[in-house]
């Protein structure tokens, strides 16, 4: 089947598929190690058990989905490099050390502390524990500071100059750090992370409440998760309308290709469905709401607002992929502020855990946020095409001179072995989370003699 | 001393400290099958589970100090070495997931012990590979790799991963003496004994061979009067040799992997003196490969606060987890 693509085809699909693998498991671990630290703050602070059963419930979820998402990270950075060689030499000066610090003062943070994270219990005392969950959590959200800054410098860059062998170099580090469209992307990833777990976490609630509604640590999870929900998901679409105005002012090509806009006009319209026909510049099968793009984008009805026609075609991003990611991005958005005002509402009516068909939706939501996580990204990966850096470096000359072999090869070997090792890993993750949350026990740490390690051999009889 | 040089310094640091710290995780994978009873391979894997993630993550830094410093040394390694790359971070896919994998499942046990061994195997063999080939030579045209595909492949390289296999498993060995007791502790002592043995073995014929065959490692290690302090590298290679054995077989727990430390710590010296100044041997200088003054300074004022809080907290957690690992604990959880 390989015969109809080239090594530059492989090499982006590869790209797209490493990394659409890997940005399930940090989306997951930064939402699911800030939960950690809040259970355990709150077991500390009010020392009612169900939050201890809780964190004691989780980490063993967040060891796991943390053990995927360091392998298949590794992978992201060395990828760079074997298959990006051109972009690695000409855009390394500036990525390179955002990057660098990512390691410094994220991984090593995360690595060194989850060690007395998962095993260290009985080892350092409870306060001392704390810290160290806290440091993890710290851990991941430092590390998207800067695997963000670094990609939204490559959407947005700012704050370089080309030095004399065609490298971006650094003129001003703070502007190239916090580069226009920075802020933004973060606030945007860091709330998809926090509800992406808040969905899943409501929807292990859900599970073991349909089963039984008296289950008092499912209660507290539903509970904690539709609060997260019925807060973040709206501050998210407020979030997500910046990141658009911002996008519409650096990437415009990005934001006609969002809205399928071919055409620039006044009064524009908002496509809520329809088929982009990249050949005819049209779209398919319209439904259209007059004036709603202009109103939505310039926040006036008679504004003007840019179509691809005002780019070069060799310019344009494929309309389709991030016309139809970004209506799935926006249609999860809804579902999410939907079901966190259902649950504000059932709450007011002290019927929280009672309401069959809303717990029913929640369980349905629970994978929802990777899809949005997903969907999200390919809004803006795929939307920055054909550019690796904006406006500056095309992908198609960003990449290794190795022949398309190579490249098919470990495309195939990454597929195969992703499917499998983390296809096991959700198997267990699930077989996890369909585990009775009010049957997790407290060990008396205090009994335990300090032994290294060992306390979570055969934590799983199966 | 310029920026380059001391990018260069640390980087050889970060890669050491991979080396020292996640040579003995792989090497307890490497000695799993002569440890053939599940309670042994409990505690073997549990002496490493709370430490690996962070030794693994001196891999990552390497990787990303390289690119970040260095760009176009790592623009050209990686195509260059992109097999064994490619190799090596599918074994390191297989080696982390099992150590949380294998405590989640007992049918499906020894599927994991499997993906254990046999990533770790593949992920020690292709650094081996990786590091002869960089002896080898990598042949570059501009800016580019212009080798070929499967340059990397010769018996030199396959050599030179064996050897590293050996070295690891010589390190896990004698993390295993200082880390268990009794019976798992005796046949750790035996593995110990032969791996070094074995490795001596590789690094004589490795440090003879090279010479013979390429001038420039000959020049820099035979000049007279220039290389005379080089030769304090075999001399203390000897001795931390004879040092390991005695100490093993004076059953002394802790020394043993100090030892092997020392060895691999002059081993390493070794290939640094044989390459420098040369990031990509033959073609590309560690000045040449720089990247901008700018980039270089402002990764280190960064890096000369955060190494050592990172070393700090390292330290701490292995302080944490020191003594030894108790068979028994296990069961009562």
């Given at each position: 089947?390989f015969?109809?693509?080239?090594?530059?085809?492989l090499a982006?699909?590869?790209?797209?598929?490493?990394?659409?693998?890997?940005?399930?498991?940090?989306?997951?671990?930064?939402?699911?190690?800030?939960?950690?630290a809040?259970?355990?703050?709150?077991?500390?602070?009010?020392?009612?058990?169900?939050?201890q059963?809780?964190?004691?419930?989780?980490?063993?979820?967040?060891?796991?989905?943390?053990?995927?998402?360091?392998?298949s990270?590794?992978?992201?950075?060395?990828?760079?490099?074997?298959?990006w060689?051109?972009?690695?030499?000409?855009?390394?000066?500036?990525?390179?050390?955002?990057?660098?610090y990512?390691?410094l003062?994220?991984?090593?943070?995360?690595?060194?502390f989850?060690?007395?994270?998962?095993?260290?219990?009985?080892?350092?005392?409870?306060?001392?524990?704390?810290?160290?969950?806290?440091?993890?959590?710290?851990?991941?959200?430092?590390?998207?500071f800067?695997?963000?800054?670094?990609?939204?410098?490559?959407?947005?860059?700012?704050?370089?100059?080309?030095?004399?062998?065609?490298?971006?170099?650094?003129?001003?580090?703070?502007?190239?750090?916090?580069?226009?469209?920075?802020?933004?992307?973060?606030?945007?990833?860091?709330?998809?992370a926090?509800?992406t777990?808040?969905?899943?976490v409501g929807?292990?609630?859900?599970?073991?409440?349909l089963?039984?509604?008296?289950?008092?640590a499912?209660?507290?999870?539903?509970?904690?998760a539709?609060?997260?929900?019925?807060?973040?998901?709206?501050?998210?679409?407020?979030?997500?309308?910046?990141?658009g105005?911002?996008?519409?002012?650096?990437?415009?090509?990005?934001?006609?290709?969002?809205?399928?806009?071919?055409?620039?006009?006044?009064?524009?319209?908002?496509?809520l469905?329809?088929?982009?026909?990249q050949?005819?510049?049209?779209?398919?099968y319209?439904?259209?709401?007059?004036?709603?793009?202009?109103?939505?984008?310039?926040?006036?009805?008679?504004?003007?607002?840019?179509g691809?026609?005002?780019?070069?075609?060799?310019?344009?991003?494929?309309v389709a992929?991030?016309?139809?990611?970004f209506?799935?991005?926006?249609?999860?958005?809804?579902?999410?502020?939907?079901?966190?005002?259902?649950?504000?509402?059932?709450?007011?009516?002290?019927?929280?855990?009672?309401?069959?068909?809303?717990?029913?939706f929640?369980?349905?939501?629970g994978?929802?946020?990777?899809?949005?996580?997903?969907?999200?990204?390919?809004?803006?990966?795929?939307?920055?095409?054909?550019?690796?850096?904006?406006?500056?470096?095309?992908?198609?000359?960003?990449?290794?001179?190795?022949?398309?072999?190579?490249?098919?090869?470990?495309?195939?070997?990454?597929?195969?072995?992703y499917?499998l090792?983390?296809?096991?890993?959700?198997?267990?993750?699930?077989?996890?989370?369909?585990?009775?949350?009010?049957?997790?026990?407290?060990?008396?740490?205090?009994k335990?003699?300090?032994?290294?390690?060992?306390?979570?051999?055969y934590?799983?009889?199966? | 001393?310029?920026?380059?040089?001391?990018?260069?310094?640390?980087?050889?640091?970060?890669?050491?400290?991979?080396?020292?710290?996640?040579?003995?995780?792989?090497?307890?994978?490497?000695?799993?099958?002569?440890?053939k009873?599940?309670?042994?391979?409990?505690?073997?894997?549990?002496?490493?589970?709370?430490?690996?993630?962070?030794?693994e993550?001196?891999l990552?830094?390497?990787?990303?100090?390289?690119?970040?410093?260095f760009?176009?040394?790592?623009?050209?390694?990686?195509?260059?070495?992109?097999?064994?790359?490619?190799?090596?971070?599918?074994?390191?896919i297989?080696?982390?997931?099992?150590?949380?994998?294998?405590f989640?499942?007992?049918?499906?046990?020894?599927?994991?012990?499997?993906?254990?061994?046999?990533g770790?195997?593949?992920a020690?063999?292709s650094?081996?590979?990786?590091?002869?080939?960089?002896?080898?030579?990598?042949?570059?045209?501009?800016?580019e790799?212009?080798?070929?595909?499967?340059?990397?492949?010769?018996?030199?390289?396959?050599?030179?991963?064996?050897?590293v296999?050996?070295?690891?498993?010589?390190?896990?060995?004698?993390?295993?003496?200082?880390?268990?007791?009794?019976?798992?502790?005796?046949?750790?002592?035996?593995?110990?004994?032969?791996?070094?043995?074995?490795?001596?073995?590789?690094?004589?014929?490795?440090?003879?061979?090279?010479?013979y065959?390429?001038m420039?490692?000959a020049?820099?290690?035979?000049?007279?009067?220039?290389?005379?302090?080089?030769?304090?590298?075999?001399?203390?290679?000897?001795?931390?040799?004879?040092?390991?054995?005695?100490?093993?077989?004076?059953?002394?727990?802790?020394?043993?992997?100090?030892?092997?430390?020392?060895?691999f710590l002059?081993?390493?010296?070794?290939?640094?003196?044989?390459?420098?100044?040369?990031?990509?041997p033959?073609?590309?200088?560690?000045?040449?490969?720089?990247?901008?003054?700018?980039?270089?300074?402002?990764?280190?004022?960064?890096?000369?606060?955060?190494?050592?809080?990172?070393?700090?907290?390292?330290?701490?957690?292995?302080?944490?987890?020191?003594?030894?690992?108790?068979?028994?604990?296990?069961y009562?959880?």
């Amino acid at each position: 089947m390989f015969e109809y693509f080239d090594a530059l085809f492989l090499a982006r699909f590869q790209f797209a598929f490493t990394i659409a693998f890997h940005i399930i498991f940090p989306s997951f671990t930064i939402g699911v190690a800030s939960f950690l630290a809040v259970l355990e703050g709150l077991y500390l602070k009010t020392r009612n058990p169900v939050y201890q059963q809780l964190f004691r419930y989780w980490v063993k979820i967040f060891a796991v989905a943390f053990g995927m998402g360091v392998v298949s990270g590794i992978v992201m950075g060395y990828q760079i490099g074997t298959n990006w060689s051109v972009f690695s030499d000409k855009a390394g000066p500036v990525i390179g050390p955002l990057m660098g610090y990512e390691v410094l003062t994220a991984f090593f943070l995360e690595a060194g502390f989850l060690g007395i994270m998962l095993f260290g219990m009985n080892k350092v005392g409870e306060k001392l524990h704390f810290f160290a969950t806290l440091m993890v959590a710290v851990g991941t959200a430092i590390s998207a500071f800067w695997i963000l800054s670094a990609n939204s410098w490559m959407q947005t860059p700012a704050g370089y100059i080309m030095n004399d062998v065609g490298q971006f170099a650094a003129k001003d580090w703070f502007e190239v750090v916090f580069n226009p469209s920075f802020p933004y992307r973060l606030a945007h990833m860091l709330l998809a992370a926090y509800l992406t777990v808040a969905f899943v976490v409501g929807a292990v609630g859900a599970w073991h409440l349909l089963k039984d509604k008296t289950n008092a640590a499912a209660r507290k999870m539903f509970s904690m998760a539709m609060w997260m929900a019925l807060i973040v998901a709206p501050l998210q679409v407020l979030v997500g309308d910046f990141h658009g105005l911002n996008t519409q002012e650096h990437q415009p090509a990005k934001v006609a290709a969002m809205e399928g806009h071919f055409h620039t006009e006044a009064r524009a319209p908002l496509y809520l469905f329809g088929m982009p026909n990249q050949e005819t510049a049209e779209v398919d099968y319209a439904l259209k709401v007059p004036g709603l793009a202009s109103i939505i984008l310039k926040h006036d009805i008679d504004a003007e607002v840019t179509g691809l026609d005002q780019f070069p075609r060799e310019d344009w991003p494929p309309v389709a992929t991030v016309f139809w990611a970004f209506r799935i991005m926006v249609g999860v958005g809804i579902l999410m502020v939907l079901a966190g005002l259902w649950s504000g509402f059932q709450r007011l009516r002290g019927k929280l855990y009672d309401n069959k068909t809303l717990l029913r939706f929640s369980l349905f939501m629970g994978p929802m946020g990777f899809v949005a996580v997903i969907a999200g990204w390919i809004v803006t990966e795929v939307g920055r095409q054909p550019w690796v850096v904006y406006g500056l470096l095309r992908t198609a000359d960003a990449a290794s001179p190795i022949d398309k072999a190579g490249v098919a090869g470990s495309l195939i070997a990454f597929i195969v072995v992703y499917f499998l090792v983390f296809g096991a890993g959700t198997f267990y993750i699930l077989r996890k989370m369909a585990g009775n949350p009010e049957q997790v026990t407290i060990p008396d740490y205090a009994k335990h003699k300090p032994t290294m390690a060992a306390e979570r051999i055969y934590d799983e009889e199966v | 001393m310029d920026y380059a040089l001391i990018w260069a310094i640390l980087i050889s640091v970060a890669v050491f400290a991979y080396v020292a710290l996640d040579g003995f995780d792989l090497g307890i994978a490497l000695l799993f099958p002569w440890f053939k009873k599940e309670e042994d391979r409990d505690v073997m894997m549990n002496t490493v589970a709370p430490v690996w993630d962070g030794n693994e993550t001196w891999l990552v830094l390497g990787g990303g100090g390289l690119l970040a410093v260095f760009p176009l040394a790592y623009s050209v390694l990686m195509p260059a070495l992109y097999m064994p790359v490619i190799a090596m971070l599918l074994g390191l896919i297989f080696r982390g997931v099992a150590f949380e994998y294998r405590f989640k499942t007992k049918r499906a046990k020894g599927i994991w012990d499997l993906s254990f061994i046999t990533g770790s195997l593949i992920a020690a063999m292709s650094q081996g590979i990786m590091l002869g080939a960089m002896l080898q030579g990598i042949q570059v045209t501009g800016r580019e790799y212009s080798g070929g595909w499967f340059d990397w492949l010769t018996p030199f390289t396959l050599f030179c991963g064996m050897a590293v296999v050996i070295g690891y498993m010589m390190l896990g060995a004698t993390w295993l003496v200082m880390k268990t007791r009794g019976d798992l502790q005796r046949q750790s002592y035996r593995a110990g004994w032969y791996t070094t043995i074995l490795l001596v073995a590789c690094i004589a014929f490795v440090s003879l061979y090279l010479p013979y065959v390429d001038m420039f490692i000959a020049e820099r290690w035979f000049t007279y009067p220039a290389s005379v302090g080089l030769w304090a590298l075999p001399i203390l290679l000897a001795v931390m040799t004879i040092g390991l054995l005695r100490s093993l077989h004076r059953k002394q727990e802790g020394r043993p992997y100090l030892w092997g430390l020392g060895m691999f710590l002059l081993a390493y010296t070794g290939f640094a003196v044989s390459i420098f100044p040369y990031l990509v041997p033959r073609s590309i200088t560690l000045w040449e490969a720089a990247a901008p003054d700018n980039s270089l300074k402002f990764l280190l004022v960064g890096a000369m606060f955060l190494l050592p809080t990172i070393f700090a907290y390292t330290g701490y957690t292995y302080w944490v987890f020191r003594g030894k690992v108790d068979p028994d604990s296990g069961y009562h959880d």
